[in-house]
């Protein structure tokens, strides 16, 4: 197997286990349903700087065009906004489109252009640097993907994934809950195996863990079952509402083992399960 074809076989691995236990993923936008202050949608661009976000700063000239490959809501680019000629968000997410323009406009961005659309079907915007954070996990064809990456970012690419992937960061909850190993989404080593393959050298650097807030005290036992049946519905990114019966057989689940996840404080409980790890950046210049 080659290195691209292990990556697909990756993918389509959770995706079947993911449609087995979850059901077909619904048409229509994935993120439609994120709670509005979940920390992709709300991010103010004009926040100082974390250490990883500096780290993708200090690789951006003030004259670079960047193309935000799955920009979302501009968590990570609006920042550079402020650091660079402009950014073009390619991203088929009407809602992360929409939060992308108003978390612009609410902080005084104007160098900011919204493309509605998959990256493989979208024309390719033109930059000097193609941005990609957090969109490779569930892309089945990922060479192709990276080919029009490098031809959007003629200066450099800079990618970022996180060690273990997001869309797999409850498979502990997830193994308790249904009974089975869950299937892993591609990483950083799946991706630097293809990269390899494809002839490609990329600088890789262990960032220190996002900053998002995601591993929070909950503050009653009920908002700590909630959430964590809500982690075991999202998990392998099945961003869509549960059925009755799933939420049911989960939640007795999680009650069930309550006190193993959960760290008890004196008045909240924390969850234990998670390891949110460490951001990748992986980043090189297209042609050298
Ligand atoms: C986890 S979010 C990350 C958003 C943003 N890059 C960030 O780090 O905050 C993944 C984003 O990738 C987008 N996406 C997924 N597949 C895509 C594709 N084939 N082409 C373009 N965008 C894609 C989704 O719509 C979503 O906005």
């Not at 250490?51 to 960047?66: R, V």
């Not at 979208?122 to 089945?140: E, I, K, M, S």
Request: aromatic share 6%; glycine share 6%.
């Amino acid at each position: 197997m080659t290195a691209a074809e292990h990556y697909a076989a990756r993918v389509d691995a959770v995706l079947a286990q993911r449609a087995r236990l979850r059901g077909a993923e619904p048409s229509g936008d994935l993120y439609g349903n994120l709670e509005p202050d979940h920390p992709l949608l709300k991010a103010d661009p004009r926040r100082p700087l974390d250490a990883n976000l500096k780290a993708l700063a200090d690789l951006i000239e003030p004259s670079d065009a960047i193309v935000d490959v799955g920009g979302g809501a501009g968590r990570m680019s609006l920042p550079l906004a402020l650091r660079c000629r402009s950014i073009t968000n390619v991203d088929p997410s009407a809602s992360m489109g929409a939060a992308f323009l108003a978390n612009a406009k609410a902080a005084g961005i104007s160098n900011v252009d919204l493309v509605q659309g998959d990256w493989l079907a979208a024309d390719t915007p033109q930059g000097t640097v193609a941005l990609v954070n957090h969109v490779t996990y569930l892309t089945r064809d990922i060479v192709p993907f990276i080919e029009k990456v490098e031809r959007a970012g003629s200066r450099r690419v800079i990618l970022t994934v996180n060690a273990p992937p997001p869309p797999s960061w409850n498979r502990v909850l997830f193994q308790i809950v249904h009974g089975e190993a869950e299937e892993v989404v591609p990483g950083h080593a799946e991706l630097m195996n293809v990269l390899w393959e494809m002839g490609r050298l990329p600088d890789l650097t262990m960032l220190l863990a996002q900053n998002v807030r995601y591993i929070v005290p909950l503050p009653s036992r009920a908002a700590a079952l909630a959430f964590a049946v809500q982690r075991v519905a999202n998990e392998q990114w099945a961003h869509w509402p549960v059925a009755a019966a799933f939420e049911a057989r989960t939640r007795a689940t999680v009650e069930q083992h309550f006190d193993d996840l959960y760290a008890h404080g004196a008045d909240n409980f924390t969850p234990r399960w998670i390891s949110m790890g460490r951001e990748v950046l992986i980043t090189w210049q297209p042609g050298k």
